[in-house]
């Protein structure tokens, strides 16, 4: 499972330019879908076909056949649900359940006041969204819509249409925001004028304060060539307005610089999207070029994205071995290895990290540190857990589904418990992380007084290794 995924139906979850939160986008695996998860066969006496046709997606869920790889939906043969009493015990199979939700909604269109009113789509991607919620993967099993899978599609294409930032959630005195973590260079954003740190309070002069992070994203994004108005709070000065005009442009995959005064080289990565796996090898060869004998590899605020890209880009840095371990529903395990002919698998290294470094960042933080190539400096990581499958429904909207479990290099659980760094550095909020393109215009003396205490902390570590 290490193939790329064609653009065309990338998989993730929760990040990328502002047009994504910055959240985990869990590894994702190759098109076509796996074989058939859950088979459907239809409860006795089978199911009224008006009504499959209202339930297309809610019934397409649970009716994982080969159909539904290519985004049809099977549907069940007619006749009468079966009929439940209050309160009577009821199988829990998965056809059993799947008759209730029918009566359920049959209930609903057959006996609300105002059913000439009811959203027969918001019903039934809401029953999709509850579905995925129970089962308790989040931030991974989930549902897209037709414009949300979209979206993800281009955040793991490396071409967006939005602003040019990425953003992570706050908390603020007046309730939760989001934050600028990422300003895209020659991007809208940074031609208005617009920092790392501003908080985003109003879109379109709608306060936002209240709002989860999906929904203020949501709320940003928009068509080519349209504008936007974001009221922004920024320190030390009174909120303003700035009007942008979203338009398409290409992420930079992997960013790298020299630092300034020092023969050590700090290579960026944003997300795994497609493509970031020759970013970062281009990126270590340029510092080769340029004298690097050590390299500090930021993957802080990775939210992840294509497993294929991970396993490059920790062979890049790994001699040999595993790089993670994945487990399907079956119980069976594969060992996923490293690529041969890595360009930094003997060099002076280490790795930044956080709590916004997930899924793929993640496995690439496991597979070096491992190996016992590298020391992680930072804070405990995510923890996420799942490989990521993609399903298409009928409409255009789709399911990302946790096909297999992973683990590190040894075995390691990563699911809610996280990679513990070698080193502990937790960064105040005043703090700002410095990035390559910061340290093309400072002096050694203006990087040894930041406030990244993070990356400080990596070249202090460095010097031991080298």
Known sequence: MTEPLDPAV?????TAPVEEPTAPLAPVVPAPPPPPLVRFSPPKGGVPRALVAVLAPVLAIVMFTAGLATGQVISPSGAPAPSVAAGSPYPSDPDAQLALIVQAWRELQDNYVDAGKLDNQSL?????RGMTDAIGDTGHTMFFTAAESKAMDQSLSGTFVGIGVQVVSVDLKAGTGVKIGVLIPKTPAEEAGLKRGDVVVKVDGTDVMALATDAIVSKIRGPDGTAVTLTIQRAGAANFDV?????????PLSSWAMVPGQDVAMIRLDSFASGSGKAVTDAIAAAQKAGAKGIILDLRGNPGGYVNEAIIVASQFVPDGVVYQSTDRSGTSTDNNVIDGGLWTQGPLVVLANGDS????????GAIKDAGRAQVVGVK??????VLGRFDLADGSSLRIGIERWLTRDGYPIWHEGIVPDVAVTLPATAVELYPNDLLDLTAAQVAASTD????????VLKTAK
Not at 10 to 14: E, L, N, T, V, Y
Not at 358 to 365: K, Q, W
């Open 381 to 386: 990581t995510y923890g996420t857990g799942t």
């Open 243 to 251: 009007t942008i005009t979203r338009r398409k442009f290409d992420l």
């Open 124 to 128: 039934a991607y809401a029953a999709i």
């Open 10 to 14: 990338a998989s993730g979850g929760d």
């Open 453 to 460: 205490a993070q990356f400080l902390k990596a070249l202090e």
């Open 358 to 365: 997930a899924s793929a960042a993640e496995i690439v933080t």
